[in-house]
């Protein structure tokens, strides 16, 4: 099978190559990355040599079906988009433009190429928040709360009209919040990590009861594998680590696992004003990718995170590099603008 992962240059898409070509063996791909802030070919280096792997530095908003047919390819799995929340509050142009156009134009390059399987990465935020109680199913209403996970609704709605007007062969799949190796520092987990790492403060937003459903990056892109050789076109699976967690304790665990590595004394916990519109509670139904697929997660969250701080903790090159330079430009303006 050859595929093409586009935005594999980012942090599942990274994770996904990898696995693939891990577990595999006959497998080609191809990466079509555009290189944003978020894209980094050093996630990739230790298999930049495999044969079977190639990069080709583009964007999904030029996608043609002339370029996938002439190089054969079988399935297209989209993970590039413009991915962290807080900056689609900022501005949600490169939103709309990557994850609305870029997946309509991709989604007719598969057409014009007749490609055999197309699998859109979405996300669980496309439902909105939970109250208290409840989980989201595959038939929960969407009901998107910010400019990224309205973005990434459309994208599904495009990927559903598709499949019912030209019968494409088309699957989108929703996750919860991933974490693990090469996640870029400005989303949770990895933040909390490295700045603790760094002596800054860890800024938790408004009163850090906020809750998420973590799953460790490895247990989604064995999800995406099941789906890619078992889904069924037209479905949308649901894909959970049915591991809920308050921000706050997060934080607190992980200070307490990085006891030893980062030498401050005091309170570093640091309550900032919530983001606007944030969703109280996520929470993944994932039943049906379980009964018909036979997948399951095979990491628990205090494992995935003592294997996630683990990494962090030995590629320190990796993430200060990245806190060095647009990141923190970046960091510096959204502190400004609250
Ligand atoms: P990321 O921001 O780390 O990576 C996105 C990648 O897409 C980058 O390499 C970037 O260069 C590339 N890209 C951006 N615009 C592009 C374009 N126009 N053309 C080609 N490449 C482009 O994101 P991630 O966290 O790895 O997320 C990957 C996918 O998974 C996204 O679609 C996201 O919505 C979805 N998702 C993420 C999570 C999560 O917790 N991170 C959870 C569920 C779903
Ligand atoms: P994030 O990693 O941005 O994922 P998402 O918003 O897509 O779920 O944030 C995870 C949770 O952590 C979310 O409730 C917002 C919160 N958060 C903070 O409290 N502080 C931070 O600095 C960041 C980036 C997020």
Redesign the pocket.
């Known amino acids: 099978m050859k595929l093409l992962i586009t935005g594999g240059a980012g942090f599942i898409g990274s994770n996904f190559i990898r696995y693939i070509l891990k577990h595999h063996k006959n497998y080609k791909v191809i990466n079509l990355d555009k290189l944003t802030y978020a894209g980094n070919l050093e996630n990739l280096k230790d298999i930049e040599k495999d044969k079977r792997y190639k990069f080709v530095r583009g964007d999904i908003l030029k996608a043609k079906g002339k370029w996938l047919k002439t190089r054969g390819v079988d399935a297209v799995i989209n993970f590039a988009a413009e991915?962290?929340?807080?900056r689609s509050i900022v501005d949600s142009s490169d939103f709309i433009q990557t994850n609305v156009v870029g997946t309509q134009i991709l989604l007719e390059a598969a057409r014009e190429a007749r490609i055999k399987r197309y699998i859109q990465i979405s996300?669980d935020?496309v439902y909105g928040s939970l109250g208290k109680s409840g989980y989201f199913t595959e038939k929960t209403p969407l009901a998107p709360n910010?400019p990224?996970?309205a973005s990434k609704a459309a994208a599904d709605m495009l990927v559903r009209a598709y499949f019912h007007t030209h019968n494409f062969p088309g699957i989108i799949t929703r996750c919860s919040?991933n974490y693990g190796p090469y996640q870029f520092p400005?989303?949770?987990?990895p933040?909390?990590i490295t700045n603790a790492l760094e002596g800054k403060p860890?800024?938790?937003?408004?009163d850090?009861l906020?809750?998420?459903d973590w799953i460790f990056v490895d247990d989604h892109c064995s999800a995406i594998d099941a789906i890619l050789h078992k889904g069924k076109n037209g479905e949308v699976y649901n894909i959970g680590g049915n591991s809920e967690k308050r921000?706050i304790d997060?934080?607190k665990l992980i200070l307490k696992k990085l006891i030893g590595h980062t030498g401050h004394i005091g309170p570093i916990i640091k309550f900032?004003p919530d983001?606007k519109g944030?969703?109280r509670r996520?929470a993944i139904d994932s039943t049906k990718i379980k009964k018909e697929l036979g997948w399951r997660p095979k990491y628990d969250f205090d494992k995935g995170l003592d294997m996630t701080i683990d990494w962090y903790l030995k590629n320190k090159e990796w993430w200060q590099k990245i806190k060095s330079g647009e990141y923190k430009r970046y960091y510096k303006k959204m502190y400004r603008e609250g």
């Open positions: 991915s962290h929340v807080d996300t935020e910010s990224y996970s919040n400005e989303k949770f987990i933040l909390m860890l800024p938790v937003y408004g850090g906020n809750v998420r921000n997060v934080v900032v983001r944030h969703d996520y």
